[in-house]
């Protein structure tokens, strides 16, 4: 006899359907498979979140390299209905892989979004998460991101949820968010 369906499992179908429909499962899969005279993930042997990571990369390397005539061209190819896109249309520019200090730093770097004193909380879908004080904040290469960016150094406050092993955590820029609670830091 066959289970119910579940929320949980709705869910779950509803995510590998999102997957599918947006070719990820296809570019995981071309991931864990790939090989030319670069790369051969045989002898490599990524794991599933190395996959992942590299996707979300490449995902967001696409996302920074798109254009103005990179959309014109595949609008015009999806309104007259042409079904094979032309291969050479995408053209990603390779991430500079160095995580020496770049040259021309501190004139490249971003101004910091957030100054000492300023109260934030980590960006959550969920209530129970971390905030505090920034006290301090530094210039580091973002790996998962492929560039540099600012990481901030913040004082938990009394109430926050990892207070309990930790008075202080960092956090890359993107992933915090002002907060106007008063928090007993």
């Given at each position: 006899?066959?289970?119910?369906?579940?929320?949980?499992?709705?869910e779950?179908r509803?995510y590998q359907?999102?997957?599918?429909?947006?070719?990820?499962?296809e570019?995981l899969a071309k991931?864990?498979?790939?090989?030319?005279?670069?790369?051969?993930?045989a002898w490599i042997?990524p794991q599933?979140?190395?996959?992942e990571?590299?996707?979300?990369?490449?995902i967001s390397?696409?996302?920074?390299?798109?254009?103005?005539?990179?959309?014109?061209n595949?609008?015009?190819l999806?309104r007259?209905?042409?079904?094979d896109?032309?291969p050479?249309?995408?053209n990603l520019?390779?991430p500079?892989?160095?995580?020496?200090?770049?040259?021309?730093f501190p004139?490249i770097?971003?101004?910091?979004r957030?100054l000492y004193?300023d109260?934030?909380?980590?960006?959550?879908?969920e209530?129970?998460?971390?905030?505090g004080?920034v006290?301090g904040?530094?210039?580091s290469y973002?790996?998962?991101?492929?560039?540099?960016a600012?990481?901030y150094?913040?004082?938990?406050?009394q109430?926050?949820p990892?207070t309990a092993?930790?008075?202080?955590?960092i956090a890359w820029?993107?992933?915090?968010?002002?907060?106007?609670?008063e928090?007993n830091l």
């Amino acid at each position: 006899m066959l289970k119910p369906v579940g929320y949980k499992t709705d869910e779950h179908r509803a995510y590998q359907q999102a997957l599918d429909d947006f070719g990820i499962t296809e570019l995981l899969a071309k991931l864990n498979t790939y090989s030319d005279a670069d790369f051969d993930s045989a002898w490599i042997q990524p794991q599933q979140q190395e996959l992942e990571t590299l996707a979300a990369i490449l995902i967001s390397q696409l996302t920074h390299s798109i254009n103005g005539k990179l959309i014109a061209n595949y609008l015009n190819l999806i309104r007259h209905s042409h079904q094979d896109i032309a291969p050479g249309l995408i053209n990603l520019k390779y991430p500079d892989a160095s995580v020496s200090l770049p040259v021309n730093f501190p004139d490249i770097a971003k101004t910091p979004r957030f100054l000492y004193g300023d109260r934030l909380r980590w960006l959550s879908t969920e209530s129970d998460t971390d905030w505090g004080i920034v006290i301090g904040r530094f210039y580091s290469y973002a790996p998962h991101h492929c560039c540099w960016a600012w990481c901030y150094l913040i004082w938990l406050s009394q109430d926050s949820p990892s207070t309990a092993w930790t008075s202080t955590d960092i956090a890359w820029e993107e992933d915090l968010e002002p907060t106007s609670e008063e928090t007993n830091l």
